[in-house]
Nanobody
Framework: QVQLVESGGGLVQAGGSLRLSCAAS????????MGWFRQAPGKEREFVAAIAWSIGRTAYADSVEGRFTVSRDNAKNMMFLQMNSLKPEDTAVYFC???????????????????WGQGTQVTVSS
């Protein structure tokens, strides 16, 4: 059974940084696209970033471009989201997700992903 577990969330002041981690277990993700999504209270789940595990190609939402960086560690089977210059509007539960094996597109909608973690809370105070 494939599992994803997020960690690294917390409370930070505006302008600060956090690094989220996503640990993948069950099998390797060398042929998958992985993504980060977030969901604020009362809002739809939205795309944050994606990475093609095998080649490292990335994509970002306009709202985080230049502030967030997605990366992965193949040896540890982990994905990361470095978040800098955080803003109060970044407050949300952050989820990592995986697309089906062999799919190569950097999908930006939640329906394209079939494996999800439980989420980690990020709160940015003003």
């Amino acid at each position: 059974q494939v599992q994803l577990v997020e960690s690294g969330g917390g409370l930070v002041q505006a302008g600060g940084s956090l690094r989220l981690s996503c640990a993948a277990s069950g099998r390797t993700f060398s042929r998958r696209v992985m993504g980060w999504f977030r969901q604020a209270p009362g809002k739809e789940r939205e795309f944050v970033a994606a990475i093609a595990w095998s080649i490292g190609r990335t994509a970002y939402a306009d709202s985080v471009e230049g502030r967030f960086t997605v990366s992965r560690d193949n040896a540890k089977n982990m994905m990361f989201l470095q978040m800098n210059s955080l803003k109060p509007e970044d407050t949300a539960v952050y989820f990592c997700a995986a697309r089906p094996e062999g799919v190569i597109g950097l999908g930006s909608t939640s329906g394209m992903y079939n494996i999800w973690g439980q989420g980690t809370q990020v709160t940015v105070s003003s």
